[in-house]
Every structure is written in structure tokens, then in C-alpha cells.
């Protein structure tokens, strides 16, 4: 079976443009998260959704949305790119069902803004 | 508020050394804690995992770790490091008995393989 698949893998943008990170869940999940990795650092939260609702939002500016469809995949927005938007940005799925649900991870997608 | 710590940002071990990782976490509740490994370039992948039951958990390619709910740790052992260790080691704690609510990691610590 197919893992969580990000789009694209790597870009450029400048200061400034706008951003969309794509990102498709394991068949079957229903559970999207988002989450910003800075080099040297680990991963933050930025968000996650269910059922194509907003479950959770981490501390980010209102410069970063997403939503999820009805196929499950989900996008993630970033407007009026800054430099400091520079990161590795990781998508997670999981099924959502009892206690705990592992997250799979993504390989990632490489934002540079120059 | 929640939060990871891991003390060493980067260990560099010979080969067949033994390896230990350290994580400490707060956290006001019951935690899920986790161990990730990151190669570079790529996503990040699950270790082990512990939420219950026995303090010690055993996990993919060789690694284990022990909860220690005194000392607030979870550290990542391997007895026998190989070279395709080599990697970035993230500690993550979420809550228990939610999938709703994100994971909390700590920065990493940057594993070097010597021969």
C-alpha cells in the first residue's frame, strides 16, 4: 500500500507569493495533521482535520490555512511567504478509531523562500 | 504546558558501540511517548511507541527504550549501533486516550556512526 504522498517535493517561492503543499493520506485514514519542521529543529504543529473539519490549530498566523476534501487529501496554504516560512513541512495521517492511532509521516515537502 | 527535552543535539558513537538517547518530558497527564527516526531528506518514521503496561518497549530495527515515570524520561537504547543508524532522533509525547491532539517533539539529537 501507498504511504502519505507530498506534493510537490521541494520548492522556491520569494517573499511575499503564495504557497500550496498538497498532501494524500493512506487509504483509509481520515485524520490529516500538518506540522513545520525548521532546520535543526523538530517538527511543530501547524494543523489537523477530520472529516474535512478543523480538529486542531497549533501557533501559527492566520497566513497559514488548510483544508481537507472529500477524498481525504489535504492542502495546506501559506500567504505573504517570509523568509522564516523556510522549512520542511510534514504531513501526517492516521484512522481515527479508539485510544491511540499511530501517525505516518510523509516524506516531506522542502520550502525555500528566498 | 507541554514539552520534550533532549539534552544531547549531537552523539557520534563507533559502530557496534552501544547507544543510549536521552528524552525528558513534562506534561500533565498520562502521556503517549514516542521515538521517531528522521534519515536525511525524509519524513520521519516510528521507533516504538509506549502509552501502558510494561516500561520497557521494544521497537523496530534493534531499539528499545524505558519509561521512567519518576524521572520523567523515556530513552532510546540500541545495544549494537550499525553504520545505517545514522540519522536524526526525535522524542514525542501526545495525549493519552486522544487522537485529536498533536504531538509535542523535542529538537533532535543528530546521531554520527564512526567505523
Known amino acids: 500500500d501507498a504511504g502519505v504522498t507530498q506534493s510537490p517535493t521541494h520548492l522556491i517561492k520569494t517573499r511575499g507569493q503564495h504557497v500550496t503543499l498538497r498532501c494524500s493520506p493512506i487509504?483509509?485514514?481520515?485524520?490529516v495533521s500538518w506540522y513545520q519542521q525548521v532546520l535543526g529543529q523538530g517538527p511543530q504543529f501547524i494543523f489537523q482535520?477530520?472529516?474535512?473539519?478543523?480538529?486542531g490549530r497549533g501557533n501559527f498566523p492566520d497566513r497559514f490555512s488548510a483544508r481537507q476534501f472529500p477524498n481525504y487529501s489535504s492542502e495546506l496554504n501559506v500567504n505573504a511567504l517570509l523568509l522564516g516560512d523556510s522549512a520542511l513541512y510534514l504531513c501526517?495521517?492516521?484512522?481515527?478509531?479508539?485510544?491511540?492511532?499511530?501517525?505516518?509521516f510523509g516524506p516531506g515537502t522542502r520550502l525555500t523562500v528566498l | 504546558a507541554q514539552s520534550v527535552t533532549q539534552p544531547d543535539i549531537h552523539i557520534t558513537v563507533s559502530e557496534g558501540a552501544s547507544l543510549e538517547l536521552r528524552c525528558n518530558y513534562s506534561?500533565?497527564?498520562?502521556?503517549?511517548l514516542f521515538w521517531y527516526v528522521q534519515s536525511p531528506g525524509q519524513g520521519l518514521q516510528l521507533l516504538l511507541k509506549?502509552?501502558?503496561?510494561?516500561?520497557l518497549v521494544q521497537g523496530i530495527k534493534g531499539f528499545e527504550a524505558e519509561f521512567k515515570r519518576s524521572q520523567s524520561s523515556f530513552n532510546l537504547r540500541k545495544p549494537s549501533v550499525h553504520w545505517s543508524d545514522a540519522a536524526e532522533y526525535f522524542c514525542?509525547?501526545?495525549?493519552?486516550?486522544?487522537?485529536?491532539?498533536?504531538?509535542?517533539f523535542g529538537k533532535g539529537t543528530r546521531l554520527s556512526v564512526i567505523a
Open positions: 506534561y500533565g497527564a498520562t502521556p503517549y
Open positions: 509506549y502509552f501502558s503496561g510494561d516500561t
Open positions: 514525542a509525547v501526545g495525549p493519552f486516550n486522544s487522537g485529536n491532539t498533536p504531538l509535542v
Open positions: 487509504s483509509g485514514h481520515k485524520s
Open positions: 501526517a495521517s492516521w484512522w481515527l478509531a479508539g485510544i491511540y492511532n499511530e501517525q505516518f
Open positions: 482535520y477530520y472529516e474535512k473539519e478543523e480538529r
